[in-house]
């Protein structure tokens, strides 16, 4: 069901002028009362009567992770504090946590907009839901129980955790819609599984599933364990939280709520703004945030935008899933490459296990005109013979070259030579980072 | 006759032999016959012991990549001619492809163990039988 017609439906045109209305807008209101954009601006000798037209955007400047961090806790805030009703946070794993104040139209707003993305996703008022994202600092709890309500569905805010309760309720209050992490889900599914329950008996019949990147490959193993369709979603702390963009049911890329977010792709490595179809990192800018407005966030995920009318009847861009972060994004000679799609070429070879290792020589940023790539030999591929180890070592060269199109030196490596840790590895190491290769 | 030889896959780098054979001599384990061979930045070592399966166990237990595979070996008198008449020319003649070779030569039996892979085994089998 679309809950919003007039501005899901609206014509590209007729979106692109509300857009620019409020890019006006907000760009005059935070150039008068954020101080951290009042000082970005000047820097810069940019006035807000600069931007007359979409594609001026592009003389604002990024935003990026290190300046809400330079400006703990609140020098992005544009409202006094006695106006602001809540404050999210994000884990904070990477340094100090983003700080995410919200005053109380924020939080009508981002409910709405909740209840769109959940709409859009194929949940409405009949439903029940059971919200198992954590709630707290973290937007993902509270943000998914605001839009439910709005929407009208039923809510059983179990949050995380305790995952035998989870299928008690489940069962016994008649969820119809789970939300949670991709990961979890397969977790309450094993665990179902384990107290002789089937899902697929279930009255579930959607998952909204985000907060973690998970592949298309996931997708089809949650939605045939669980007999639901799992629909991907988007959301950034700095920017709302959850409700950027989500997908319909007809699962081809998440539609960016662009009346309320200004999405550009740039080249991650000069700022450049891409065409659409073109991948690049997604940078966000919000139009309708009262406390906390953001210019031109730069999110460091990898995607691209697709603007072709979707068969749902949104018009909204949907962006594709995200491929990568910039942050383990490559160039090799000229083409960009992620670790993930090496990873996965390396798999598709039979008898091949994910020890690996890539070894690059960077001269400047993510650039290196070098590759190589250590894989573990394991008992499964290893033969007595020379000629079927060449072999195997062409073959990763071959599957290389025409998948990716980059050139790399394979290196067999003994069992257990890349080191093992807990969590995530460490892929990717400086020549220079290495004693001896 | 058929035989259970053992292989080992090793970067081509200097103490990597010694810790194989490190590894045989913790373990109790004599060798009988051993070959390398050499591709650029790694090797494979192939290795006759008395008991195969315990070399591999005490291989892999030590982290090594290993395997075992049937293999044919022979005994050939250790004369001039001894080789060409016994096994190649033979192998050759019953069109017969070798994979890889090694031999060990008992200076007081005056015997040669030869040690062979071939593309058809059970005939290269057969034709070193008849020796």
Redo the contacts between chains.
């Keep these: 069901m679309i809950r919003d017609p007039k501005h899901e439906q609206m014509s590209r045109g007729d979106l692109e002028k509300l857009q620019l209305e409020r890019l006006k807008a907000i760009v005059a209101y935070v150039a008068e009362k954020s101080p951290y954009y009042q000082r970005a601006f000047k820097e810069r000798g940019i006035k807000p009567g600069d931007v007359q037209s979409l594609k001026d955007i592009t003389k604002l400047p990024f935003t990026s992770k290190l300046d809400f961090r330079d400006n703990y806790p609140f020098g992005l805030l544009a409202v006094p504090m006695d106006e602001v009703v809540r404050v999210h946070s994000s884990s904070g794993t990477t340094g100090k946590p983003v700080i995410a104040p919200y005053t109380q139209k924020d939080i009508d707003t981002w409910s709405e907009i909740m209840a769109r993305t959940l709409a859009t996703a194929g949940v409405n008022k009949d439903d029940v839901l059971q919200n198992a994202y954590g709630y707290g600092l973290f937007t993902g709890g509270l943000g998914f129980h605001y839009g439910a309500e709005c929407l009208g569905a039923s809510v059983i805010p179990t949050g995380g955790g305790n995952t035998k309760r989870q299928i008690l309720l489940m069962q016994d209050l008649g969820t119809t819609v789970i939300t949670c992490t991709p990961s979890y889900s397969l977790i309450l599914n094993e665990t179902a599984l384990e107290m002789g329950v089937d899902i697929r008996e279930s009255k579930l019949r959607v998952g909204v599933f985000g907060a973690e990147p998970w592949s298309e490959q996931m997708r089809k193993d949650i939605q045939g364990k669980m007999g639901i369709s799992a629909i991907n979603i988007y959301g950034l702390t700095e920017i709302i939280g959850p409700g950027v963009s989500t997908e319909c049911p007809y699962q081809c890329g998440m539609h960016i709520a662009e009346d309320h977010f200004l999405a550009e792709i740039i080249n991650p490595e000069t700022g450049e703004q891409l065409p659409y179809g073109e991948t690049g990192e997604l940078v966000l800018t919000t139009l309708t945030k009262e406390a906390q407005p953001v210019m031109r966030f730069r999110t460091k995920d990898i995607t691209s935008l697709n603007p072709e009318p979707c068969e749902c009847g949104r018009t909204h861009v949907r962006m594709s899933r995200i491929t990568g972060r910039t942050d383990d994004m490559l160039v090799i000679k000229g083409v960009n490459v992620f670790p993930s799609q090496i990873e996965s070429v390396l798999l598709d070879v039979e008898g091949v296990e994910p020890h690996y290792m890539i070894v690059v020589d960077r001269q400047e940023g993510f650039k290196s005109d070098y590759l190589e790539v250590w894989v573990e030999?394991?008992?499964d591929v290893?033969?007595?013979?020379?000629?079927k180890?060449?072999s195997l070592e062409a073959k990763l060269r071959a599957e290389m070259d025409s998948v990716l199109a980059i050139a790399a030196k394979i290196?067999?490596?003994?069992?257990?030579?890349i080191a093992r840790t807990e969590g995530k590895a460490k892929r990717v190491f400086d020549r220079s980072e290495l004693p001896d290769t | 006759m058929r035989i259970k030889?053992v292989?080992v896959?090793?970067?081509n780098q200097p103490g990597?032999l010694l810790a194989i054979l490190e590894v045989m001599e913790k373990n109790g384990i004599n060798l009988r016959a051993l070959s390398i061979?050499e591709?650029g930045?790694?090797g494979?070592v192939?290795m006759i012991f008395p008991d195969a399966e315990r070399g591999m166990e005490a291989l892999?237990e030590a982290?090594?990549?290993?395997?075992m595979?049937w293999i044919v070996s022979a005994e050939i008198p250790d004369t001039p001619g001894g080789l060409l008449n016994n096994v190649v020319k033979p192998l050759s003649e019953a069109g017969v492809n070798l994979?890889?070779f090694y031999a060990a030569t008992d200076a007081i039996s005056k015997k040669t163990i030869v040690v062979l892979?071939a593309d058809d085994l059970d005939k290269a089998e057969q034709i070193l039988e008849g020796i």
């Design positions: 030999v394991s008992d290893f033969s007595d013979e020379m000629q180890m060449e290196k067999l490596v003994e069992p257990k030579t | 030889q292989s896959f090793v970067q990597r061979s591709s930045e790694f494979i192939r892999r982290g090594f990549t290993a395997r595979d994979k890889y892979k």
